[in-house]
């Protein structure tokens, strides 16, 4: 079943101007204030495929002002042209006018400078002074770290040093800092870069991003509980018996065998990603659609989650890895034949969790959460399963079987919302088959959703931190992964393994049984 002919042809969005604000929601996107956005980690892979894309589409619906700046920063010698020229996306649209191209191009500059001398952090201050007063901008500044984990202490150390963070009162300009995941390797490095964020920044000025929550049906989960009435009434142990958040891969480490071998997808997906999705789907509603209210509530859901006993740890967790096997018809090789690997490697691939929220609205409800690479295919899917009505009434009547109400939040990779309901399928006897009613965005509103990483650019230019995690929410994370990590590496549960191309493995599927549950499809 699908949205009536109406929605099916609504117009795509459209671009934002003074005088014709685009609106998402209840939510008008202006555009922002004049700043550079100085990009550490220029000439890496998230520069090059996701944060340039993502900015020149903002400057083309006017949502990035005209007279704003993008600069690159990174080892690498290059002219401003060599760098534009490189930013140039290789599947940029042939319908694009040229024009327009080339007005963001004019605003790309590239500074060459190593992360560990301070001299060079000196050079970009004056650079950066020098661009203010050629295109008139007031000081404004984003600085993006872009780059491992291990460069970010140099980062923010240069930047302090070389007086380029305004404080957080200033009336007359604003310092803004962008942090990529992973925010710590556990809750012990997660404190100590957060000392270190905060001996230059003020937590008012820290962003760190999580891409999933830019995502639309993530932003939608609070639009689809509390903007219906016939949702927020049922979403508690009342009428929910239970909850499946997966993100599955149908990629493997794809060269990133030496970060993944410290991190494993108990490190990589749940502590931020996953636990974020949680937090989203069992938040009490805040009192206003602000930052720190939203936020407030999540860390909430974060406090009232159940932390897993080490005796518990082996019931309620499944780790394993892929080994070789299929995926999309072609023959693909096992964990620890990946280049980069340890070929006696612990690390694991696939993780299977059981989480409950001891709170008044959700004492009793399990929430399942799965995440692996290699699996059948890619797909984000939180899944709200309802309770099962009385079947006394049907099983007179003849009716075999009855199944649960279901909807589905899907994140990736077809945005959308489904819902599946029990109706009488045709003729004498009394069958109930369940049907789905779909909402997909592509369908709906004639245009795909926005990147995510335009979204939340476009907030930390706007200064709206909602979409960003903040230092509680990390370090409250880290403490429920590091239980796990530490029940691990004492000798529990032992290690799985998945043939490449299947969801995982039957363990997996037996923590569920034993509940008298079953993961549901993708």
């Known amino acids: 079943m699908t949205p009536d002919a109406a929605a099916a042809t609504a117009p795509p969005r459209e671009a934002a101007t003074s005088e014709n604000p685009l609106r ?50 990174a080892r690498r010698p290059l002219s401003d042209q060599e760098f534009r020229d490189a930013s140039h996306p290789p599947d940029h649209d042939p319908a694009t006018p040229k024009h327009e191209w080339q007005r963001f191009a004019a605003s790309l500059y590239y500074r060459q400078g190593s992360f560990e ?23 404004n500044r984003i600085f993006y770290l872009a780059t491992p984990p291990d460069a970010y202490p140099l980062i923010l150390e240069g930047l302090r040093a070389a007086g380029m963070v305004t404080p957080a009162d200033d009336p007359l300009r604003w310092t803004r800092v962008i942090i990529e995941k992973p925010f710590g390797h556990d809750l012990a490095s997660a404190r100590a870069l957060n000392a270190q964020v905060h001996a230059s920044f003020d937590e008012r000025q820290v962003f760190r991003i999580d891409h999933y929550l830019g995502k639309e ?58 636990l974020q999705l949680l937090t989203l789907t069992a938040m009490e509603p805040p009192a206003r659609f602000e930052a720190d209210a939203v936020r407030d509530e999540k860390v909430k859901v974060l406090r009232a989650l159940a932390p897993l006993r080490p005796d518990q740890v082996s019931e309620r967790t499944v780790r394993a890895q892929y080994a070789a096997g299929a995926v999309a018809g072609g023959a693909v090789p096992g ?29 009793g409800v399990p929430f399942y959460l799965r995440s692996g690479k290699r699996l059948a295919k890619r797909a984000t899917e939180i899944t709200i399963v309802f309770r099962h009505p009385p079947y006394a009434l049907f099983r007179s009547a003849g009716c075999e079987a009855l199944e649960a109400n279901v909807l589905r939040l899907r994140i990736q990779p077809d945005e959308g ?61 880290w403490e429920h992964v590091d239980a796990i990590a530490s029940a691990w590496e004492a000798g529990g549960p032992e290690m799985n393994s998945y043939a490449a191309g299947t969801w995982g493995p ?10 008298g549950r079953h993961w549901y499809r993708l």
């Open 417 to 477: 919302i489904s819902l599946s309901f029990g109706s009488k399928s045709p003729g004498q006897s009394l069958h109930i088959d369940p049907v789905r009613m779909d909402f997909n965005y592509l369908t709906s509103f004639g245009a795909d959703p926005p990147e995510a990483y335009e979204r939340l650019l476009l907030d930390c230019n706007l200064g709206d931190s909602t979409l960003f995690a903040r230092r509680d929410e990390v370090e409250l994370a």
């Open 117 to 139: 001398r301070v001299e060079d952090y000196a050079a970009l201050r004056a650079f950066l002074e020098e661009l203010d007063r050629e295109r008139g901008t007031p000081g």
């Open 506 to 515: 039957a363990e997996a599927d037996q923590m569920l049984e034993r509940d």
């Open 24 to 73: 998402e929601g209840s939510v008008t996107l202006r555009a922002a204030d004049p700043c550079t956005i100085v990009v550490f980690g220029a000439s890496g892979d998230l520069t090059r495929r996701k944060l340039l894309p993502a900015l020149f589409q903002l400057s083309r619906e006017k949502l990035l002002h005209p007279k704003s700046a993008i600069v690159g920063f």
């Open 335 to 363: 964990y620890r034949e990946e280049p980069g690997v340890n070929p006696r490697s612990a690390t694991e691939t696939f993780l299977a969790a059981k989480f409950e929220v001891d709170n008044w609205r959700w004492a």
């Open 217 to 274: 049906t993530v932003q939608n989960i609070l639009v689809l509980r509390l903007g219906n009435g016939i949702f927020e009434p049922l979403w508690n142990n009342r009428y929910v018996d239970h909850v499946q958040i997966s993100v599955a891969e149908a990629v493997g480490v794809e060269g990133r065998a030496n970060y993944f071998e410290r991190s494993g997808v108990l490190r990589d997906m749940l502590q931020n990603h996953m």
